[in-house]
């Protein structure tokens, strides 16, 4: 597999995640506008969700951070550019996934609630989500590409 092939893989990976993550956004914030919130939990246990899901943010995105860069720091740099572009790949999947739990997992206590600030959480995510698109020069960085390997 050519290393350009790789690489149209990577941002294939992350635009279906993000258009899926924005699409699920705006249906959650639709029906909850449109139709108000399920309410199937009191308010008590509602706190506990929203304190549950401050706790997960707060450690899930250094921990898919620090999960990314060990992984990416590990690659060996013998391999050829397709290799590194595949174990990258691996690695910022999961990284990706891991935002996108957090997402849904807000948007769930959103639709759930109807409380703003599961929302702004979400959108919080989302933003992380996007300072995270995997640019050719991201990659050369992340991934201590040479001059000789950057032809992709």
Known sequence: MRPET?????KILYMVIFAGLVMFG??????VTSK??????????????????IILVF???????MFHKKNT??????LSLTDKLLRF???LFIKLITLEGLAMFSLIGYIVSGTESDLYIYLIILVVFMINYPGKQTIKQELNLDDNESGF
């Not at 450690?59 to 951070?65: A, H, K, L």
């Not at 720091?73 to 013998?78: A, G, K, M, N």
């Open 73 to 78: 720091s590990h690659i060996d740099p013998e």
């Open 89 to 91: 790949r691996k690695s």
């Open 26 to 31: 705006v249906a959650a914030y639709y029906f």
């Open 6 to 10: 790789v690489y149209q893989q990577i």
């Open 36 to 53: 108000g919130n399920i309410s199937l939990i009191d308010q008590s246990t509602q706190a506990t969700v929203q304190t549950l899901l």
């Open 59 to 65: 450690v899930g995105i250094p921990v898919s951070y």
